[in-house]
């Protein structure tokens, strides 16, 4: 007898494909084992590292962390986070930017990535299509396709590559003639790969478009908003006040965030964050507590509380808020200079980027990626290939690297 597989139908063939992200930065760790590091330029890797190419974490966060006494590090919290970390959670999600009248809960997750998941396991039927944007972070596929739900992808830019919210709208009403839940992903500001972020007027425009469709009240819409990197893209408050338009919504229109520990705190690897619900109905916010918090016993019973109880104490003591958020400007400042650098020689020699505005990332359209990542290897240059496009992680390359890499990747593009 020769069993070749014990899945169940739908987990059989699951996890075949190898991270992409962790496959180049293999590759590139192993040519900086031969080479040494300053012969090698890693581009792959998703968080913030140095001038020095050493893993930055926030000097008063790691303070503080480390002073928690050993009972708030090792001991469970209340399945849904702690009552003070749910209010820092929205105090943070929102910094004075909740609109009046509305509700908001929150649910403790395993960061932005536990969120994601709460919010398409429960706003969707099984077999439905969560929206996504074209340019996405891959876990989305991951996260549905684990949970039985599919993905419908809209574009996110046109010809010329301008943002566009057409394709967004034209795929919603198509997903709304088959299904009547929807779950539509914006990943802003500072989206993952592009850095690209909607501006005021863009929300406002999608808000009254799903309005529209919200008149049908057999629908279910819900917007999540994947505010991972949101912390660094300017001034707190201000890069928030797009969600000043969330008031005054339809009650089958839920805003969800994706509320992440992980780059905010650089507090990564402790798995901390939040899904945090936005409703003008008290009813639909009870439900969204209620079905999340049950959730979270079900997948990951309780989230760890060392983080939540650092977020919780942040809250209460405006003084080190000030200092965690001095300290975590001046990175959002050093990427700024080095997507300054990438982005002017990217014009000097012709070569097209997505639209930029803020972040970890770059991405160059290539009609072939990943042809231009092998030759980039040879260079001795090691950046993620997508789809439709080669990701250059800027917040994980030094500046004094930057130069020269616009110039190499116009001539790996042919
Ligand atoms: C676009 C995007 N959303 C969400 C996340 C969630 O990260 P975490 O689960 O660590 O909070 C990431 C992390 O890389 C991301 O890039």
Redesign the pocket.
């Known amino acids: 007898m020769s069993v070749l597989s014990l899945a169940a139908a739908h987990a059989a063939g699951k996890g075949k494909e190898s991270d992409a992200v962790f496959t180049v930065l293999k590759e590139a760790n192993a040519a900086i084992a031969t080479l040494g590091r300053e012969k090698v330029v890693n581009a792959s890797i ?1 968080s913030i590292l140095d001038e020095e190419e050493k893993f930055v974490v926030l000097p008063s966060v790691d303070e503080y962390f480390r002073r928690l006494p050993a009972v708030e590090l090792m001991n469970y919290a209340p399945i849904a986070g702690l009552p003070e970390f749910l209010e820092a959670a929205i105090a943070d999600t929102f910094q004075g930017n909740q609109p009046p009248n509305t509700y908001a809960r929150a649910v403790s ?8 998941r709460n919010t398409f396991n429960n706003y969707l039927e099984k077999g439905q299509k969560a929206l996504i944007p074209d340019w ?2 891959g ?2 596929r991951t996260i549905a396709e684990e949970h039985q739900l599919g993905i419908e992808t809209y574009e996110m830019f046109d010809k010329e590559y301008n943002f566009t919210l057409n394709s967004v709208k034209e795929k919603t009403l198509a997903l709304l003639r088959t299904q009547n839940n929807l779950v539509i992903v914006f ?1 802003t500001p500072a ?3 592009t850095g690209h972020s909607m501006t005021k007027e863009e929300w406002a425009d999608i808000l009254g478009f799903l309005k529209d469709c919200a008149g049908d009240e057999s629908k279910r819409i819900v917007i999540l908003v ?4 949101i912390d660094y893209s300017g001034d707190l408050k201000k890069t928030r006040s797009f969600m000043q338009l969330f008031g005054n919504l339809p009650d089958n229109i839920l805003v969800t965030f ?6 905010a705190y650089t507090m ?1 690897g402790q ?3 939040a899904l945090v619900g936005l409703s003008g109905s008290v009813k639909i916010a009870e439900e969204f507590s209620e079905i999340n918090t049950f959730s979270c016993r079900g997948v990951w019973s309780n989230g760890t509380r060392g983080p939540q109880r650092l977020l919780a104490d942040v809250y209460k003591n405006a003084e080190l808020k000030a200092r965690i958020d001095t300290e975590r400007a001046a990175y959002s400042e050093l990427m700024k200079k080095r997507a300054d650098i990438f982005l002017k020689e990217a014009r000097e020699v012709g070569l097209k980027t997505l639209p930029y505005n803020t972040g ?1 990332f770059i991405t160059v359209p290539a009609p072939e990626p990943r042809a231009v990542t092998q030759k980039l290897v040879l260079d001795n240059i090691y950046a993620l290939h997508l789809k439709k496009g080669v990701r250059f992680a800027i917040c994980a390359t030094p500046t004094h690297k930057i130069p020269g890499l616009a110039t190499k990747t116009k001539e790996a593009l042919g």
């Open positions: 998703g997750t395993p960061g932005g990535t536990g969120a994601v996405f972070w876990n989305y990943n989206h993952n790969p994947d505010m991972a990197y994706a509320y992440s520990m992980s780059k990564y798995r901390s964050g970890f």
